[in-house]
């Protein structure tokens, strides 16, 4: 990752973290309570440094606001004197992985923030090699010179996702799961990033959220009516708990015999994909299943059948009344 360089002197007494540094979810207030009582105590234990990079906090900002309550005077060292073999994210992820014990919501959610810093940094670096290529072709216009070639841009190798989830040994999907609930909801993210609850939770909230907001909207009155019409008056009231208002309005955008033959697994409680999925056939008598459907109804019991058909998985009940259903 990228870092902002700084020329102007470090005042030490109001560092701020650098965006590695705010990477990490922060302690829990037991843990800093715990962090600032062992400083009062001890003082600043040396032995651990609080790490700049440009004149920001690379690693050390809880014990850098702990040593100002405390008034305790902090050591400070460089990055580069460090002698660190790997860059300043390398660093920040072997010290801060080592040390908290993230779960695994935690962990898909710093990837997604890793996922936004390799977007940004990418995006940086187009910008600056464009003003580059900007400023040498003015002063080749200017001398009467010809313009230089602009260079081949980098290409990235591999998914940002998946780098990011190699990072924090969590799967693609999860990190790609938190990236998705950190622009749909930003407060939601952070409870999962701050352990507070799970991704699942959070997303699940997010999408409540959501599905509350959109109930409000003049979409979704729009669908209630026009399933109203359709299906009789009061029915969008009926159903409109049992389905989410994606759905609901996806139902409402439905030919009127469609929306018809649905609703009544809606009703049942089938969610919209299987009911539209759900099809209906009949079996002639010489039909070769139809003597086993015949052979199970006969002893008065059901008959339940699972095939591999069209390339999809079908089940075939068939009750007492002799209708089968695929």
């Known amino acids: 990752m990228n870092s902002k360089l700084k020329s102007e002197p470090i005042n030490y007494d109001k560092l701020k973290p650098h965006a590695l540094c705010s990477l990490l979810p922060p302690q829990s207030d037991a843990e800093y309570a715990a962090m600032k009582k062992g400083m009062k105590e001890n003082g600043y234990d ?36 460090l002698g660190f073999a790997g860059t300043p994210f390398e660093y920040v992820m072997q010290e801060n992985l080592r040390r908290r014990n993230l779960d695994p919501s935690q962990a898909a959610a710093i990837g997604a923030e890793i996922v936004a810093m390799m977007k940004e ?103 209630c009516q026009i399933i109203d019409r359709v299906c009789g008056d009061g029915i969008s009231e009926l159903i409109k708990n049992k389905l989410s208002s994606k759905d609901l309005m996806k139902l409402s955008g439905l030919d009127e015999e469609e929306m018809k033959r649905v609703l009544p697994f809606i009703e049942s409680g089938w969610k919209l994909s299987a009911a539209l999925g759900f099809k209906a056939i009949s079996l002639v008598p010489t039909h070769p299943i139809r003597s086993l459907v015949d052979r199970a109804l006969a002893q008065g019991g059901t008959f339940e059948l699972l095939i591999t058909m069209y390339g999809e998985e079908w089940q075939i009940n068939a009750q007492r009344r002799g209708s089968v259903a695929l």
């Open 46 to 81: 040396k032995r651990h440094p609080i790490v700049l990079i440009s004149g920001e906090i690379l690693d050390g900002a809880h014990r850098y606001s702990c040593s100002k309550a405390t008034k305790q005077k902090p050591e400070f060292i460089d990055f580069e004197k």
């Open 121 to 223: 940094d990418e995006r940086a670096e187009k910008e600056a090699v464009k003003q580059a290529e900007k400023e040498a072709s003015d002063k080749a216009k200017a001398s009467g010179s010809k313009a230089p070639k602009p260079k081949p841009t980098k290409k990235t190798v591999g998914s940002k996702v998946k780098k990011a989830a190699e990072t924090m040994g969590v799967s693609e999907r999860s990190v790609a799961a938190a990236e998705a609930l950190k622009e749909a909801d930003p407060a939601e993210f952070e409870k999962v990033k701050k352990g507070e609850q799970s991704l699942n939770a959070g997303t699940t909230a997010a999408a409540l959220k959501k599905s509350a907001k959109d109930r409000e909207s003049e979409a979704f009155a729009t669908a």
